[in-house]
């Protein structure tokens, strides 16, 4: 996500804490992240054209597509 809100115009949240584990003091799998104006996409999905679908799945894979450029980056960096 740090990489997407550096590189593009798409507003991402600021994440202040995350744990993928059940490790914690909460035990279970958390993300705390700052809330962002709008709706969601569920909300608004069926009243959306075809046309608005198909550019709303193009972003995602975008950003999905950058998200994994910069894990892959980050990592050829831990090993380098």
Request: net charge positive; proline share 5%.
């Amino acid at each position: 996500m740090k990489y997407v809100a550096q590189n593009t115009n798409i507003k991402v949240p600021v994440v202040y804490d995350w744990n993928g584990t059940a490790q914690n003091p909460i035990k279970t799998p958390y993300i705390f992240m700052e809330r962002l104006p709008g709706q969601h996409l569920y909300q608004v999905w069926d009243g959306l054209t075809i046309r608005q679908k198909i550019g709303v799945l193009r972003q995602w894979n975008i950003v999905s597509v950058m998200d994994a450029m910069s894990v892959q980056r980050d990592r050829l960096s831990l090993h380098g």
